[in-house]
């Protein structure tokens, strides 16, 4: 069963920047895409990024421009930078992998504060 460990969340100002982490149990080569969700209070899951194993990079209209996501194959772990943040990219983030099956973290809170 692969897992997959979020870190990085936090408390942040408007403006600030946070990077999550997420470690997987298997070698991400194992997966054709990666990526994060995020989940607001009351509000459905969003697709945020996704990265594939060849480095094709997708980012939902809402973070173009002030978030990244970037793989290192041999730690096995994907990143989100995210700078410019803002008080509506509150939420809990949600690392995802996609090979046969389609795996989830556990999540990580994110605040942002206005």
């Known amino acids: 069963q692969v897992q997959l460990v979020e870190s990085g969340g936090g408390l942040v100002q408007a403006g600030g920047s946070l990077r999550l982490s997420c470690a997987a149990s298997?070698?991400?080569?194992?997966?054709?895409?990666m990526g994060w969700y995020r989940q607001a209070p009351g509000k459905q899951r969003q697709l945020v990024t996704t990265i594939t194993s060849g480095g094709s990079t997708n980012y939902a209209d809402s973070v173009k421009g002030r978030f990244t996501i970037s793989r290192d194959n041999a730690k096995n772990t994907v990143y989100l930078q995210m700078n410019s943040l803002k008080p509506e990219d509150t939420a809990v983030y949600y690392c995802?992998?996609?090979?046969?099956?389609?795996?989830w973290g556990q999540g990580t809170q994110v605040t942002v504060s206005s």
């Open positions: 298997a070698s991400i080569f194992s997966f054709n895409l």
């Open positions: 995802t992998a996609r090979s046969s099956y389609f795996y």
